[in-house]
């Protein structure tokens, strides 16, 4: 699976102020943290006014203190093409949706440069649908938009656009639809992405790192390809990389991996073996049943 680290994020204050004043050294220190990813995503949202020109400080900064390759993450597509055109590794484009003239400025910057393109699973006229078959739909759309271009299907990454477990429980469990239905419905396969802190936004900080992990383990069971992720989780890490090379080394990991087989076997949740004595191999199992829809979700729900 390929890792995408998301700590460079201008929501953060802290990044924000940082990106404005060009901060090298608290920039240099972020990157150096995520060392342990294939990727490093640098959001830098609209990019505009004091934030023009930043794509290319920071990818210079990329190259200056890691050997990561660069995911470029900006609505500004002058942007988008200025930090591409300033390196030479290589590169995912984040994002594009069904939209026009977004969609066919973003698949021209992806057939100029080599990119791959991550597409999102939405468009101003649906928004997000609400079920599998509806971001299908979209999905196919933009494909065949990719298609007139001859972008390579395997730097074709979907995301099925993952919503917030307190706020539309459902949605988890459609999204890992979502990517068990892209997955077999191309023809040469595309691949599939997802911003994985997104299922726990709004939870309590204590029970985030669960409910990011045992999703990602669902997600990794549909045939996930990607996943953008918070790079200092280093057991979310472990558990990714221990999935990828089936290595697992303990109760807990071969419970992570039955729940990944499960999702890939069309079983139920009552299917996985794991040992009800064990504390934390029950919150795994709850943790499974809130996301996938079989157990109501409250903030408290590991001390029930």
Known sequence: MILIGENIHVISKQVREALINRDEIFISELIKSQSN???IDLNVGPAKGAAEGVLVWLAELVKKYSDLDISFDTTNSDEMKKGLENFDGKTFINST??????LSRMTDLAVEFGSNLIALTLSKETGIPKTAD???EIAFNIYEKCLEKEIESEKLFFDPLIL????EQSQGLEAINTIKMIKESFDPPVKTVIGLSNISNGCPKEIRPLINRVYACLAFGAGLDAAI???KDFELVRILKMLDENSPNS??????VNLAQMIKDFGGLEDVEFD????EQLKIIKTAGILLNREIYSHSFTQI
């Open 37 to 39: 990813m294939d990727f």
């Open 97 to 102: 949706s069904s939209d026009e003239p977004r």
């Open 134 to 136: 509806g971001r299908l």
């Open 164 to 167: 917030p477990v307190n706020v």
């Open 229 to 231: 992720i918070d790079a």
């Open 251 to 256: 109760d807990i990991d071969n419970l992570y």
């Open 276 to 279: 009800r004595t064990d504390k």
